[in-house]
């Protein structure tokens, strides 16, 4: 029974040196302004991020509101794009491995949606990749229409962030 015990706190005491000095990977999130989209002669959309910062690990996210004050029905799918800048003019894609549901959202005049903004996903990803970020301005791109059937308008509201890679 001794050498079970013995055992046992040998095993425990060897994962727990195995996890020392092993330090996940954190990037700390300072979000940016509330973002407006004018949609003429109906009003304007915004879209904002819930928290001012934040320290995110794998597989955790940040909040996103996007509110409809409009007075017309927003549609939009779930997809977002996040994207890297190096400087004032450009921005590069960042290729996140996220799945995400092919359904239409509809946002109705005067409600908003929350949703989040995941940038490191638990595991490898699907393609055995995650993305390697560097600390700089990002910005959170969100596609969405709005109209009748007989016009619909296509338009796109953005929110940037800095990121610094802890």
Known sequence: MK???????????LA?????????EGLRVQTGELETV???GS?????????????????????????NDTDQTLSMGRYYHVEYSNNEDSWTPIDIPVAFTDDMVMVEPGD?????????????GEDGSMPEYESGRYRLRKE???????????YEISVEFDLDVE
């Open 112 to 124: 908003e949606h929350a949703f989040n903004m995941l940038l490191l996903p638990e595991g490898d």
């Open 3 to 13: 050498k079970v015990i013995l055992l046992g706190v040998a095993a425990l005491s």
């Open 144 to 154: 969405f229409s709005i109209g009748d059937v007989n016009a619909i308008d296509g």
């Open 43 to 67: 009003g304007e959309v915004r879209m904002s991020f819930t928290e001012e910062e934040a320290t995110l690990t794998e597989g955790d996210s940040i909040g996103v509101t996007l509110e």
């Open 38 to 40: 004018s949609i003429e």
């Open 16 to 24: 727990a040196c195995g996890t020392q000095g092993e330090e996940e």
